[in-house]
């Protein structure tokens, strides 16, 4: 199966209210995302990722009563491929003249041409006037993507392994639930394991602190990976490479 015909790089449902699936469906979904995120997949899909993230990011996010200071710092992180304009909860002009006094300061803030081309594609993008592609070359656009994933340092064995841990998530965050409603009963990892869940999955998740530590522990033994490798992947990554690189 060629690539263009494989299914999106997008992860299972997370466990939600109402989810009436069995833990042999949540299992088997989980499964079939294994298989076809292989390692090869996913290093082919990353610079298409890294792409649309560095494009299409907001450039302008709406302040958050105490959330400012961290936020600050998180775009200062993203800094210069890659980062946001904070608009405060008060400003003592309109919005659109605030915004075009916004784009002219950090312009001259940027330190070359691509970059700056960079910024006025993604600012015409969120004006709704043209895509960002209209407006880059697209050896400029690859050799940002490229310096935009060294400066994030991220390697398709990072993406892979977060991936992975990812797709996981939503089989251990069932048994977690079900170890929790069941507490009260004696030997609950038996009775958990009763309803159909993976005994190795639910004795790790009963005897870690963190659903996380279950997880990587669990693919570590699965996929022969070191589980200290898929946590230092995920803590680097995440939010995982599909949602916030």
Same mark, same amino acid.
């Given at each position: 199966?060629?690539?263009?015909?494989r299914?999106?790089?997008?992860?299972?449902?997370?466990?939600?209210?109402?989810?009436?699936?069995?833990?042999?469906?949540?299992?088997?979904?989980?499964?079939?995302?294994?298989?076809?995120?292989?390692?090869?997949?996913?290093?082919?899909?990353?610079?298409?990722? !890294?792409?649309?993230?560095? @494009?299409?990011?907001p450039?302008?996010?709406?302040?958050?009563?105490? %959330?400012?200071?961290? $936020?600050? #710092?998180?775009?200062?992180?993203?800094?210069?491929?890659?980062?946001?304009?904070?608009?405060?909860?008060?400003?003592?002009?309109?919005?659109?003249?605030?915004?075009?006094?916004?784009?002219?300061?950090?312009?001259?803030?940027?330190?070359?041409?691509?970059?700056?081309?960079?910024?006025?594609?993604?600012?015409?993008?969120?004006?709704?006037?043209?895509?960002?592609?209209?407006?880059l070359?697209?050896?400029?656009?690859?050799?940002?993507?490229?310096?935009?994933?060294?400066?994030?340092?991220?390697?398709?064995?990072?993406?892979?392994?977060?991936? !992975?841990?990812e797709?996981w @998530?939503?089989?251990?965050?069932?048994?977690?639930?079900?170890?929790? %409603?069941?507490?009260? $009963?004696? #030997?609950?990892?038996?009775?958990?394991?009763?309803?159909?869940?993976?005994?190795?999955?639910?004795?790790?998740?009963?005897?870690?602190?963190?659903?996380?530590?279950?997880?990587?522990?669990?693919?570590?033994?699965?996929?022969?990976?070191d589980?200290?490798?898929?946590?230092?992947?995920?803590?680097?990554?995440?939010?995982?490479?599909?949602?916030?690189?």
């Amino acid at each position: 199966m060629t690539i263009s015909n494989r299914a999106e790089l997008t992860l299972p449902n997370r466990s939600r209210a109402g989810d009436v699936r069995t833990p042999q469906q949540v299992f088997d979904e989980c499964k079939k995302k294994e298989e076809e995120f292989s390692k090869s997949y996913v290093r082919s899909r990353l610079p298409r990722l !890294l792409r649309e993230k560095l @494009l299409r990011r907001p450039l302008f996010v709406d302040s958050v009563a105490g %959330e400012y200071e961290p $936020l600050r #710092r998180k775009i200062e992180g993203r800094y210069p491929y890659d980062f946001s304009i904070i608009k405060p909860k008060h400003i003592s002009v309109p919005e659109a003249e605030w915004r075009r006094a916004q784009v002219s300061e950090h312009l001259k803030t940027l330190p070359d041409a691509a970059l700056r081309l960079l910024f006025i594609a993604r600012w015409l993008n969120e004006e709704g006037i043209c895509t960002p592609e209209d407006v880059l070359p697209k050896d400029m656009l690859d050799s940002l993507v490229e310096k935009f994933r060294k400066a994030r340092k991220i390697s398709p064995t990072l993406a892979y392994h977060t991936v !992975l841990v990812e797709n996981w @998530l939503p089989y251990f965050e069932k048994i977690q639930g079900k170890l929790c %409603e069941l507490a009260r $009963l004696n #030997r609950v990892r038996e009775e958990v394991q009763k309803l159909g869940y993976d005994p190795r999955a639910v004795d790790l998740t009963h005897r870690k602190h963190s659903i996380l530590e279950a997880v990587y522990k669990w693919l570590g033994e699965r996929k022969h990976i070191d589980p200290r490798n898929l946590r230092n992947s995920f803590s680097h990554m995440k939010p995982h490479p599909l949602t916030d690189l």
